[in-house]
């Protein structure tokens, strides 16, 4: 079946622009993640939904940073007043909330 | 507070013989563990977990070894392959299904 897919594959954009990044997750999988990942570096969490609600958001840096679950299936990343800093992989993974979490091919966000 | 350390950045190993990654973590409420696989521009792919009850299990090719009392766990691949030549991430979790904390990664090259 088909797996996790994530569009844009690539967004570049302007310091300070509004973007948000979209994960569709495994049919019937009810926990969504988001990470991200810089260069050389581990996959970090952001954030991850049970169903529709934020079971977990301690990873998100600050409050630019926002993410929806409306109906429990596909989730959007939401980044305000991007920085610089904001530059890299976002990486979305899905799972049945028990066992391995299943990651798309990720977004990579580069902000000039 | 790096609370999932993979130490090697790389590693290089013929092919045919044995490849050992490790990961070192720190948090005692670690309960479940993970290996993913990442090839670039892909996002990590599943290979292997182990719950904390147990101190090894075995996938065909892996094995992952766990030792609580050390707060180590190694992926072991055996015979290694070319195809096998990726970044490895150990990732840790309090409980199935909750987020991962990931290590550094290692660069595994297995040469024909």
């Known amino acids: 079946g088909a797996g996790v897919s994530q569009t844009p594959s690539n967004k570049v954009t302007e310091k300070g622009k509004y973007v948000e990044l979209r994960c569709d997750p495994i049919?019937?999988?009810?926990?969504l993640y988001w990470y991200r990942q810089s260069l050389g570096q581990g996959p970090e969490f952001l954030i991850y939904f049970q169903g529709t609600g934020a079971a977990d958001d301690s990873g998100l840096p600050n409050d630019r940073f926002f993410a929806v679950r409306p109906e429990g299936s596909v989730s959007t990343l939401k980044i305000q007043r991007t920085e610089r800093g904001d530059s890299a992989v976002y990486l979305c993974a899905s799972g049945d909330g028990d066992n391995e979490q299943f990651f798309g091919p990720g977004t990579r966000l580069t902000v000039l | 507070d790096q609370q999932v350390k993979q130490n090697s950045p790389s590693l290089s190993v013929q092919e045919g013989r044995i490849s050992i990654l490790n990961c070192d973590y720190t948090?005692?409420?670690?309960?479940?563990f993970l290996w993913y696989k990442k090839y670039p521009a892909e996002g990590p792919t599943f290979l292997i977990s182990?719950?904390?009850?147990?101190d090894k299990n075995e996938d065909g090719r892996f094995t992952v070894f766990l030792n609580k009392s050390a707060k180590h766990l190694s992926l072991h691949i055996v015979p290694s392959q070319p195809g096998d030549s990726a970044v490895y991430f150990c990732a840790a979790s309090a409980f199935q299904g909750g987020k991962l904390i990931f290590g550094q990664g290692t660069e595994l090259s297995v040469k024909p």
């Open positions: 182990i719950s904390s009850i147990k």
């Open positions: 948090n005692s409420m670690f309960d479940y």
């Open positions: 049919s019937g999988h009810t926990a």
